[in-house]
């Protein structure tokens, strides 16, 4: 705290700068006494803005190092239409599928333990879904090959398209990492547009689920 001195008053005031420095100095109006430094007192370090000692270097946002979810086509859009090949040969166009519905379904990789689950499971609906008049398109990123292996190996009665450019995919906004497609399924009804969409499969109960979906006959 700064004590002013009156007029003639040539008492000195002491003012503390930082510990252990001292600043004598001498003041009256008109006094011919001027401000001095006490000799040998160490020069304060230079004063910072609060931004100058903050490092301007990128730091990520929370949401950065968490995968975001896909934008997938809405509820109500018209599925955009594709020609696809199975693992046998035949040709399969989306558009050509109108009037009936449509699951075409997306999963990881032939023959792994939870793609064979969801792929047995609806083996075994199969007749409610053809009841229902309903055609399943099973699409993964493996060849020919693979997928004949897998369709075979559990008698999968419906076709499994080949998608090794990833094109079918890209057309329903389906991410493929490491060649392997996330698994989602699309319900596309009667009139090719999109019904339902199931955006993290559970391989488990997903027949059941696809089916509590479906239009009756």
């Not at 859009?77 to 594709?82: G, I, K, L, V």
Request: glycine share 8%.
């Amino acid at each position: 705290m700064t004590k002013l001195c009156n007029e003639g008053d040539l008492r000195p005031v002491r003012v503390l700068v930082g510990v252990g420095a001292a600043v004598a100095l001498l003041a009256a109006p008109g006094s011919w006494w001027t401000a001095r430094a006490t000799a040998g007192t160490p020069s304060a370090a230079p004063s910072q803005s609060p931004s100058s000692s903050v490092s301007t270097a990128a730091v990520p946002s929370p949401s950065s190092s968490v995968a975001t979810a896909p934008v997938l086509l809405p509820v109500g859009s018209q599925a955009p239409d594709f020609w696809g090949v199975s693992y046998d040969g035949k040709g399969v166009t989306l558009s050509k599928l109108k009037g009936q519905q449509v699951v075409l379904y997306f999963y990881p990789k032939d023959d792994t333990p939870g793609c064979a689950k969801e792929a047995c499971e609806i083996r075994d609906s199969w007749s409610k879904l053809q009841k229902a008049g309903v055609a399943v398109l099973g699409v993964s990123e493996q060849g020919g090959a693979s997928h004949e292996a897998f369709a075979k190996k559990y008698k999968l009665p419906f076709p499994l398209l080949v998608d090794e450019d990833g094109d079918i995919a890209a057309r329903f906004h389906v991410p493929v990492v490491a060649g392997k497609a996330r698994r989602i399924t699309y319900l596309i009804d009667k009139d090719g547009k999109i019904k339902y969409v199931w955006p993290n499969v559970n391989p488990v109960g997903h027949a059941a689920d696809i089916l509590s979906h479906v239009d009756a006959p």
